[in-house]
């Protein structure tokens, strides 16, 4: 033994016990894509691993290097036994969730940033987010448990809107993950939960009502759909949510990733004019103190 970080920066081929033995096998898996630790080990784990690789092999031992932030209390303090200002993980996960807890770290900043942590913020992931997407599933099942919605009938250019909305969030939410970039994709993810539940669900409910098969077949891929982009940021959520809408496979997690369909950019735009003059006019009712 030299020292701890120097063999920690010899682990890429050290764990192989190369180059006395599974060279090839050290090979194949050189570099590694990412390599992921908090700021606490910059001068430790990244550095070792970066200064023997550069030494030995001329090249960094992995692609990419995400940095996490410290986690904090509510008033920006590091959270310490001795200062009582520690929150317990299996209180939140008692209250909020895992789902919950995983949202609120992978969306609510960069994780460099750091996070400034409390039972309340973790409450908001449910109340933004969770509440409104579960509450999109459930309206579908209540209806579709009626057997309301079954036969055919025409698309609409609402159905046609969230379909290319959806499109865009897959594309862009691919992008992000491609990228390592969980917080744009999950605001991504976010962003057309929104567009879902607060646009397309209100303007459509007489539809729903009079059980129009397009508006429910329109629900169900959203939905599906949004469950496997979610499936690696929360993961009981969207299993649960494509085991009853779908279920071909045994999990969402047994299924290949969504791939982005085709937009309609021009009507994208137009329903975001028709967005824009209706909270414009919500504004200037609020601003006149008019119900």
Not at 121 to 134: A, I, K, M, N
Not at 139 to 153: H, K, M, Q, T
Not at 222 to 240: G, I, N, R, S, W
Request: hydrophobic share 40%; aromatic share 14%; proline share 4%.
């Amino acid at each position: 033994l030299i020292d701890v970080w120097w063999d920690s920066g010899c682990m890429p081929f050290a764990q192989w016990h190369a180059p006395f033995e599974n060279q090839e096998e050290f090979e194949r898996r050189f570099p590694a894509n990412y390599v992921c630790e908090g700021l606490d080990q910059t001068r430790g784990w990244f550095y070792s691993l970066l200064g023997v690789s550069v030494l030995l092999f001329g090249r960094s031992s992995y692609e990419t290097c995400l940095c996490l932030g410290l986690i904090l209390d509510a008033d920006g303090q590091k959270m310490s036994k001795s200062k009582g200002n520690v929150v317990v993980p299996w209180d939140v996960l008692e209250k909020h969730g895992a789902d919950a807890f995983r949202w609120y770290y992978f969306t609510s900043k960069q994780p460099w940033d750091g996070y400034r942590f409390s039972l309340e913020t973790v409450g908001e992931s449910v109340r933004q987010f969770l509440l409104p997407l579960w509450n999109s599933y459930s309206f579908f099942v209540r209806y579709a448990n009626l057997g309301i919605g079954e036969g055919d009938s025409a698309t609409t250019e609402l159905d046609r809107w969230i379909r290319s909305r959806l499109a865009a969030t897959t594309e862009r939410v691919t992008e992000r993950m491609e990228d390592y970039d969980t917080t744009f994709a999950g605001r991504a993810i976010a962003e057309f939960v929104d567009d879902l539940s607060n646009w397309y669900l209100r303007l459509s409910r007489r539809r729903f009502w009079d059980g129009e098969p397009a508006a429910f077949e329109t629900l169900k891929e959203c939905l599906v759909t949004t469950a496997k982009l979610l499936a690696p940021l929360t993961p009981f959520v969207a299993d649960e949510i494509y085991e009853n809408l779908d279920g071909s496979e045994a999990s969402v997690h047994l299924c290949d990733f969504p791939e982005p369909g085709d937009r309609e950019e021009e009507l994208e735009w137009r329903m975001r004019v028709v967005r824009d003059a209706v909270e414009l006019g919500r504004a200037a009712r609020a601003h006149a103190r008019l119900k």
